[in-house]
Nanobody
């Protein structure tokens, strides 16, 4: 059974930082691209960042470029999202997802975590 478990969410003041982690099990983690998505209250889930199987390529939505960094440790089966200079509009439930492809360009994710809440106060 493939499982993704996020951690690291919480409450932080604007300008602060958080690092989200997502631990994977049940599938050969190093073969697949990973992504982070977020869903704010009353809104649809949106793409935040993605990383290819090796960590050599990354992609970000414009609103987080220069503030967020996605990375992975294939030896630990874990993907991270370092979030700096957080803003109130970053408040959302953050989900990690595993692609069924080695690169994220296909935009296909078939395994999702349960989500972790990030709240940024002004």
């Amino acid at each position: 059974q493939v499982q993704l478990v996020e951690s690291g969410g919480g409450l932080v003041q604007a300008g602060g930082s958080l690092r989200l982690s997502c631990a994977a099990s049940g599938r050969t983690f190093s073969r697949y691209a990973m992504g982070w998505f977020r869903q704010a209250p009353g809104k649809e889930r949106k793409f935040v960042a993605a990383i290819n199987w090796s960590g050599g390529r990354t992609s970000y939505t414009d609103s987080v470029k220069g503030r967020f960094t996605i990375s992975r440790d294939n030896a630990k089966n874990t993907v991270y999202l370092q979030m700096n200079s957080l803003k109130p509009e970053d408040t959302a439930v953050y989900y990690c997802a595993m692609s069924s492809y080695s690169d994220y360009v296909m935009g296909k994710y078939d395994i999702w975590g349960q989500g972790t809440q990030v709240t940024v106060s002004s």
